[in-house]
Each structure stands twice: as structure tokens, then as C-alpha cells.
């Protein structure tokens, strides 16, 4: 399928449904994850192929009940060259691949396809709940570049740099989804004091990616983070401003209201009614001006079901 103009696209549509959890969903399926790739190999077993394809087709049956735009992403969060050939798989194009899964997906719908945008995502290095992790600018747009330039390649819609926890790997990211010449978004966790986890503002965060990198973001997002974490960040009286307000456009939001250290140490999952997730998460667009929503730890189609229909 041709590449959708993302500009365009997003101007076009003042709200759009994203996606809710699938390597969540899988792990608490009694799915193996790989310790490497998580769910990026999971294309090549038929059993495992099957099940992440059920996942996304009831996000897209979603969509397409309630004829909402909708932003898919492929399974490739933890799909860099390090981890890929780390499990075995360097024979493969796992980015590329599991793009070409989703595009075949979204063109199984008919004209509705026009209205489902891909992003390729990536993520840091190491520990998303872990800045201490962190890359530095120049070592990750160097470690990124690789991935970057094979989802842009294999025609991702936009790229999407998500679950970022410090400034310097995102500036260094940034850099490396501007030098593939595809739209790219970028997505932090974000604490309710209005910072990144390493503790930079947000205000001083958007300004230092979009003073470094050329070009900048189309815009940023959140996720991995709950709705009442990003609500008080965005009004933040220090570390928030209007432009922070302005640019950043999406939430993936978790369902339960932990700090990402208690999510990292949680040994179940806390899910939150999908009616009160869908009420809570279409009112960061009446609040906010948020365009794109969707789930991300703790979300289901329940969830996703009660967010569309509340954004209708």
C-alpha cells in the first residue's frame, strides 16, 4: 500500500485512535517472550504469528466499527541490530517484515486501510524505566541509525520513538529518525512533576530536541504513563508551558496510576475499568487538545472499545 502523507493526515483528523497493549497482552497469554527481541520474531511461528494477528485485528475491527482513524505500530520496540542478532536472527529483516505484516493487515480492510497509519517504533538502548541507562547523544544516534533507516526503508508511514526516559538518547534518536527523511514523533515517560524520568523539564526537553535536531519531531507523546500523570504535567506551573501544551499531541496511557518504578517491581498487573479508562483518556482531548489516544500497560480491546466510543 502507498505511504499515507502523515501531514496531511493528521491535520485531517482531530481525533485518532491508537493502538492498546500487545506485548502485555501476549505475556499474560502464556506467550514466551524473546529476552532479546520480545515480540519482534513472533511473525515467523505460525501459533505466535496468529496471536499477535488477533491482537491487532480487534484494535482494527475497533476502528473500523466506529470509523475512527487509527495509528498501528509495528512490533519492533526492542528490535535494534545489537538485540537482533543477540537472538539469532541476523539473517532476517525483522523491521522491514514486520512492517509488511501490519501493511498486509491494514490493506485486508478495504477502503478503510486509507485511514490506518503504520509508525515504525523504536526505543531506547537499555531500561526504558531506567534513565541512568541512558544513551549519550552521539552513541545513540549511531546505535539507532540502523533500525531508524530500516523502518523508514521498508515504508513506514512515520517513525515513532517511544517509552524515552532521558534527553540525551531521545536528542540522539531524534537525530537519528531526521536523518532517514520520514516523519517522526517522539514519546517519553513522564512523572506528574511535569519531567522526563531523568528529571529534565518537559519545556526545557521539547526545546532542547527541536534547538538540536533538524528537522525537528512533526510532534511529541506520551506513554507508558497514566492519564492523571500526564493531566498534571501538562500544567505544570515550572516545568510546562503552552508550547509544551501545543506540541505535544498523544497519549498511550497505562491503566494503573504507578510511578514507573512500581511498575518495573510489579508482580501483576493493575487494570483499571475500560469505561472509566475511555471517559478519562477522551477527556485529555476536550482538556488538552490531544489527537492521538490509545493504551499501553494494563489496555485491552475492552478498553480500546470504550475509548473509541467515547471519542465518536
Not at 552521539?138 to 546505535?143: G, L, P, V
Request: glycine share 8%; aromatic share 8%.
Amino acid at each position: 500500500m502507498k505511504s499515507i502523507d502523515i501531514y496531511h493526515f493528521f491535520d485531517q483528523h482531530p481525533r485518532i485512535l491508537g493502538e492498546g497493549a500487545v506485548i502485555e497482552r501476549l505475556r499474560r497469554g502464556g506467550f514466551e517472550l524473546d529476552p532479546h527481541v520480545v515480540n519482534s520474531a513472533f511473525i515467523y511461528d505460525d501459533i505466535n504469528r496468529a496471536a499477535i494477528e488477533m491482537i491487532y485485528r480487534q484494535y482494527l475491527d475497533i476502528g473500523f466499527e466506529y470509523e475512527l482513524p487509527l495509528v498501528l505500530s509495528t512490533p519492533t520496540w526492542r528490535a535494534s541490530r545489537e538485540r537482533i542478532e543477540a537472538a539469532g536472527y541476523g539473517s532476517r529483516d525483522l523491521n522491514g517484515d514486520n512492517f509488511q505484516f501490519l501493511d498486509a493487515l491494514r490493506a485486508s480492510y478495504g477502503p478503510y486501510a486509507q485511514m490506518v497509519v503504520i509508525c515504525g517504533l523504536l526505543s531506547c538502548r537499555g531500561n526504558a524505566y531506567n534513565p541512568a541507562e541512558a544513551l549519550g547523544v552521539d552513541e545513540a544516534c549511531q546505535f539507532h541509525a540502523w533500525q531508524a533507516e530500516r523502518l523508514a526503508g521498508a515504508g513506514a508511514d512515520f517513525l515513532l520513538a517511544a517509552t524515552l526516559p532521558a534527553l540525551s538518547e531521545a536528542i540522539g534518536l531524534a537525530t537519528a529518525l531526521a536523518g532517514t527523511g520520514t516523519p517522526y514523533l517522539v514519546s517519553f515517560v513522564v512523572r506528574p512533576e511535569g519531567t522526563l524520568l531523568d528529571g529534565t523539564p518537559l519545556k526545557q526537553a521539547l526545546a532542547a530536541i527541536e534547538d538540536a535536531v533538524n528537522p525537528p519531531p512533526l510532534a511529541f507523546m506520551a506513554n507508558c504513563t497514566h492519564a492523571s500523570f500526564l493531566k498534571s504535567a501538562l500544567v505544570h506551573r515550572e516545568h510546562s508551558s503552552f508550547h509544551v501544551r501545543e506540541r505535544i499531541i498523544g497519549l498511550f496511557a497505562n491503566t494503573a496510576a504507578l510511578t514507573p518504578e512500581e511498575l518495573d517491581n510489579s508482580e501483576r498487573l493493575v487494570e483499571e475499568d475500560p469505561d472509566t479508562f475511555g471517559r478519562t483518556i477522551a477527556g485529555l482531548h476536550a482538556d488538552f487538545g490531544l489527537k492521538i489516544l490509545g493504551g499501553c500497560c494494563g489496555t485491552d480491546d475492552r478498553h480500546i472499545r470504550s475509548l473509541a466510543a467515547q471519542l465518536c
